[in-house]
C-alpha cells in the first residue's frame, strides 16, 4: 500500500513505493508523506501546515482535537525504540521537517514541494496567519511564566492576535481532577491553537493522550521554542541554521547535557538514512 495519495493545492500527487507500514492513519489526507525509518514526514511546507490548520479549524468542534509534531533527527531516532511514541506519530495530522535534514532527503527522494518547518518559527508564523480566521491560541508548558510571557510577545509581534489562555504544567503526570479541569478550561474559553511546550518525546505523547479530547483544536508541539521565543534561550545563527548545524550549535553551548545524546543519535541516524537508500535502490 502506498504511503499516502493527495497533496495540497497546487502540488503534484506523489506516490511512495511500498512500505511494511500502512497509511498514517491520523495524516492530513490533502498532504502527502514519506517514511523515514518508519516513521512519517509531512511533505509540506510552512503555507501547507498553515493551510491544514484552516481546514482543520473550519470543522469546528464537530471533529475531535488534532495535533502537529514537529521532527528532527533525535525523534526519529527515539521512536525506533519506542513503540508509543512510534503511534503518536501514527495518529498526528501532521508529521513537519522540522530539521533540515529531513527536508534534504525528502528532496533527494523528488520531493520538491517539502521544506524545512521550524517549530520554532512556526509559532509566529501560524499567529500571523490565523490573524485572518480569527484563530484564539493557547499556550500550554514551559516553567513557571514561560506561557504567559510568549503569549505576551506573540501579542507584541502579532497586534490584534486572540490569546485564549495560557497554563505551566506541573513537572510531574497530571492527576486524574487536573486532567478534567484542564480539558474543560481549554474548551471554555474558545481555545483552537494549543501551543505546546514540554520537550520530546513528552510533548508527543502529551498531545496524542490529550488532543481527541479536545475537539475543534490543533495542537503543536515546539518544544524549546517556548524559550527561544521569549529570548531565554538563542537560536543558532544563520549560517548555521542554512547549513543544517543547529544540533552542532546546542551541543557546543550544553556539552555536558548534549554529548552523550548526539554520541547516540548521529550515528544511529546516518545509519537509518543509508539502510533505506540503500533498500530503495
Not at 3 to 16: A, H, M, P, R, Y
Not at 173 to 198: H, S
Request: net charge positive; aromatic share 6%; hydrophobic share 45%.
Amino acid at each position: 500500500m502506498a504511503d499516502i495519495s493527495s497533496v495540497s493545492e497546487g502540488e503534484d500527487i506523489v506516490l511512495q513505493k511500498p512500505e511494511r507500514h500502512g497509511p498514517a492513519r491520523g495524516h492530513d489526507p490533502g498532504i502527502a508523506y514519506y517514511r523515514l525509518g518508519g516513521v512519517p514526514v509531512s511533505i509540506t511546507d510552512m503555507k501547507g501546515l498553515s493551510a491544514a490548520l484552516a481546514r482543520r479549524l473550519a470543522r469546528g468542534r464537530a471533529v475531535p482535537g488534532a495535533f502537529v509534531v514537529f521532527r528532527d533527527a533525535h525523534g526519529i531516532v527515539r521512536a525506533q525504540d519506542d513503540a508509543v511514541l512510534r503511534d503518536a506519530h501514527e495518529a498526528a495530522l501532521l508529521v513537519c521537517a522540522d530539521g533540515r535534514p529531513l527536508a534534504w532527503i525528502g528532496r533527494l527522494r523528488g520531493h520538491d514541494a517539502i521544506a524545512q518547518v521550524p517549530g520554532i518559527e512556526s509559532v509566529e508564523a501560524m499567529c500571523r496567519a490565523g490573524l485572518a480566521h480569527g484563530w484564539r491560541h493557547y499556550f500550554l508548558g514551559g516553567g513557571p511564566g514561560v506561557a504567559e510571557t510568549l503569549a505576551r510577545e506573540m501579542q507584541v509581534r502579532v497586534p490584534g492576535l486572540a490569546v485564549a489562555g495560557y497554563e505551566t504544567l506541573p513537572f510531574r503526570p497530571l492527576t486524574d481532577a487536573e486532567t478534567k479541569a484542564m480539558r474543560a478550561k481549554i474548551g471554555a474559553c474558545g481555545a483552537q491553537v494549543l501551543w505546546i511546550g514540554l520537550g520530546t518525546p513528552k510533548q508527543e505523547l502529551f498531545m496524542h493522550a490529550h488532543a481527541p479530547h479536545l475537539p475543534g483544536t490543533v495542537a503543536m508541539g515546539v518544544g524549546a521554542a517556548f524559550d527561544v521565543n521569549i529570548g531565554a534561550i538563542p537560536r543558532a545563527p544563520k549560517v548555521l541554521q542554512r547549513a543544517g548545524l543547529e544540533w552542532l550549535y546546542r551541543l557546543i553551548r550544553e556539552p555536558r547535557r548534549l554529548s552523550r545524546r548526539y554520541a547516540t543519535v548521529v550515528p544511529r541516524f546516518i545509519a537509518i538514512v543509508l539502510r533505506e537508500a540503500i533498500r530503495r535502490t
